[in-house]
């Protein structure tokens, strides 16, 4: 016998976009938004799973919890960039600043006379 945790799993591994979780949860969302943040907004929604427990084991509350927390994933990016949520590592990151000096002596040498 499954559980209503499983069965939701079940549904949700089979969603592969980001307007595929939004429409399954009934969220209405703005297209440019998803355009410029779908993985952002999934991987955030990953990071409030994983930080919350599921409620009981009922699946309409299981359902609601999940879209609760995938709007907020949402929200955070209707407002914000990418950048400044800092969701991967590479935004996590400091920005580096390379000479450009370094970068022509890293390039191959453009002389080619024989």
């Given at each position: 016998?499954?559980?209503?945790?499983?069965?939701?799993?079940?549904?949700?591994?089979?969603?592969?976009?980001?307007?595929?979780?939004?429409?399954?949860?009934?969220?209405?969302?703005?297209?440019?938004?998803?355009?410029?943040?779908?993985?952002?907004?999934?991987?955030?929604?990953?990071?409030?799973l994983r930080a919350t427990q599921a409620p009981a084991d009922d699946?309409?509350?299981?359902?609601?919890?999940?879209?609760?927390?995938?709007?907020?994933?949402?929200?955070?990016?209707?407002?914000?960039?990418?950048?400044?949520?800092?969701?991967?590592?590479?935004?996590?990151?400091?920005?580096?600043?390379?000479?450009?000096?370094?970068?022509?002596?890293?390039?191959?040498?453009?002389?080619?006379?024989?």
């Amino acid at each position: 016998m499954t559980t209503s945790l499983e069965r939701l799993c079940a549904h949700l591994q089979g969603l592969s976009t980001a307007e595929e979780f939004l429409t399954f949860f009934d969220i209405p969302y703005a297209p440019d938004v998803v355009h410029t943040s779908r993985l952002h907004i999934l991987q955030r929604f990953h990071q409030y799973l994983r930080a919350t427990q599921a409620p009981a084991d009922d699946e309409a509350t299981l359902r609601a919890h999940g879209r609760t927390l995938l709007e907020r994933a949402y929200a955070d990016f209707v407002h914000s960039t990418p950048r400044e949520e800092r969701v991967f590592r590479v935004f996590c990151a400091g920005e580096r600043q390379v000479p450009l000096a370094a970068l022509r002596a890293a390039l191959p040498s453009q002389d080619h006379r024989s």
